[in-house]
């Protein structure tokens, strides 16, 4: 059964720092690129940032530049989404989704476009108190 499996939500205090994981079960990520998302209370799901399948290009929503890191570890087969400064705003469920195929390989999927994903996680809570 293929699976992404997202953890390392919780809750945290504003100006604390959290690593989300996205974890393939199932299959492997190497040929993946991975999209985070995140839901916030009554709000539409957004794309925040994607990374190619190879690692090398990533693309970040404007709302989280310079706080939010994503990485790939192909060792673990897991994609990692660093959050730094973490401000109220923040709280949201969040979602990771791999697009597959040699499209991109080399680009990051697009964060408006949930279409080119192929499989979605389950989602991680993270409440920021303020």
């Known amino acids: 059964q293929l699976e992404l499996v997202a953890s390392g939500g919780g809750l945290v205090h504003s100006g604390g720092s959290l690593r989300l994981s996205c974890a393939a079960s199932?299959?492997?990520?190497?040929?993946?690129?991975i999209g985070w998302f995140r839901r916030a209370p009554g709000k539409e799901r957004v794309g925040i940032p994607s990374?190619?399948?190879?690692?090398?290009?990533?693309n970040y929503a404007d709302s989280v530049k310079g706080r939010f890191t994503i990485s790939k570890d192909r060792t673990k087969n897991t994609v990692y989404l660093k959050i730094n400064s973490l401000k109220p705003e923040d709280t949201a469920v969040y979602y990771c989704a791999a697009a597959y195929g040699s499209t991109w390989y080399h680009q990051p999927p697009s964060l408006k476009n949930e279409y080119e994903y192929d499989y979605w996680g389950q989602g991680t809570r993270v409440t920021v108190s303020s």
């Open positions: 990374i190619s399948a190879f690692g090398g290009s990533t």
């Open positions: 199932g299959f492997s990520l190497e040929h993946y690129a």
